[in-house]
């Protein structure tokens, strides 16, 4: 092969040979004088590698080398495993969002918990009257009165394990059967917060919800009605919330693992817990959340507000280890879904690629020679190579910086 096929440039130096064939006149020197321009062309190639949003770390933009020749180092090839991943904006907060009204009947509002508190179960969520509304956990709300005679319902099985949790009826049955030891558990609860001992349990008298919640908002007003919703409460369970681009919606797997990455550079992992199935446009996600794709650059999706290419599902990440964003709420953070996960291959730094004249990529070995490669996934400053004269721990050149 002449130095006219193979060099982009009149009058360039003859090209090192492939792994295999030994140099036509001996020298390592001119090896190394290519080595310039190869490296000029897979700057090019790789920048937009890069632009196509794939993550790559560890390249620097290099001015080409004076003519003698770049200033190189070496880098085994190693096995590992590789996991390409793309960044989707979220935002930190609190599962379950939700507005509670008071019951009807009337009354006025006489206290209201502060934005940011918490209740746990038996603790008060409100009061109307001037008593108190304490907070009973389960699934089913209680929706008549309850009292000796009533049919056996899910409602009785809520009143039951929550008197029996708060220390009244231990000897009570987990079941929906009101009994008159029921109602003796009632009449003592009812003793201790001051109340009159009926042994009955009529809606509003508690507040029940799945778990234990925490106030983001308060609608009402102390001294108004209680007719309006009072309170706007969520789950004390810290979530990532993702507005994920409808084109996108494959990175998002029930399960998956996901990297979470904090204000301030900090990064903590998750699990992706719920992936909506509605999708739904930016104009009317009504969240108030910045949504888009960052990849390589920083940029994330463009389109017309409102418009199909700006639809997006609702992805719910939850925190493997909550107490690392601290007190952080409706922070912007950025999620890493894993796109593409290569096990047990070999790999390269991106630098050591040669991007060759005639085509395809090689790499050099400190013997001047060049080894042909396929390039596979770009992940963590490396890429995945194979070819034949590759092995694990043979070195390779790398310009260094």
């Excluded at 080595?35 to 620097?60: C, H, I, N, Q, Y």
């Excluded at 106030?215 to 007003?221: A, W």
């Excluded at 060759?356 to 996934?377: D, F, I, K």
């Amino acid at each position: 092969m002449t130095d006219a096929e193979t060099s982009p440039v009149p009058g360039a130096v003859p090209a090192p040979v492939l792994d295999g064939a030994e140099p036509a006149d001996g020298s390592r020197t001119r090896s190394r004088g290519r080595r310039s321009l190869l490296l000029g062309t897979a700057v090019v190639v790789l920048g937009a590698v890069a632009a196509g949003g794939v993550v790559l770390a560890g390249r620097d933009d290099r001015p080409e080398a004076p003519a003698a020749g770049p200033r190189t180092g070496t880098a085994p090839v190693v096995r590992t495993d590789l996991v390409q991943s793309e960044r989707i904006d979220g935002t930190l907060g609190y599962a379950g969002d939700h507005t509670v009204s008071a019951p009807r009947g009337g009354g006025i509002v006489t206290w209201l918990p502060d934005v940011g508190a918490t209740v746990a179960r038996g603790g008060r969520a409100y009061a109307v009257d001037g008593v108190d509304v304490p907070l009973f956990l389960g699934a089913t709300p209680l929706y008549r009165t309850l009292e000796e005679g009533v049919d056996d319902g899910p409602d009785v099985r809520v009143l039951k394990r929550n008197l029996k949790a708060l220390g009244y009826g231990p000897e009570l049955a987990d079941d929906g059967d009101f009994t008159s030891g029921t109602a003796e558990a009632v009449r003592d609860w009812q003793e201790a917060r001051g109340l009159e001992r009926t042994g009955k349990v009529v809606p509003g008298d508690v507040l029940v919800q799945p778990d234990a919640v925490r106030v983001t908002e308060i609608p009402g007003i102390v001294g108004a009605p209680a007719e309006d919703p009072l309170l706007r409460l969520s789950s004390t369970r810290r979530v990532v919330t993702v507005d994920m681009p409808v084109g996108r919606q494959q990175l998002a797997r029930a399960g998956a693992p996901v990297t979470v990455r904090l204000p301030g550079g900090r990064t903590t992992s998750g699990k992706v817990s719920r992936v909506g199935t509605v999708a739904r446009s930016a104009s009317r996600s009504g969240e108030g959340r910045p949504s888009g794709t960052a990849g390589a650059d920083g940029a994330g999706g463009g389109g017309a507000s409102g418009s199909a290419a700006d639809a997006t599902v609702p992805v719910e990440v939850t925190l493997a280890k909550p107490g690392d964003v601290g007190t952080l709420d409706g922070a912007p953070v950025q999620v890493d879904f894993t796109s593409e996960r290569r096990e047990d291959v070999l790999a390269v730094p991106v630098p050591a690629l040669l991007a060759l004249a005639e085509g395809g990529y090689a790499v050099e070995t400190p013997e001047g020679r060049l080894v042909p490669v396929t390039l596979g996934v770009f992940a963590q400053g490396r890429v995945e190579v194979s070819g034949a004269g590759l092995r694990e721990g043979m070195k390779v050149e790398v310009p260094l910086a």
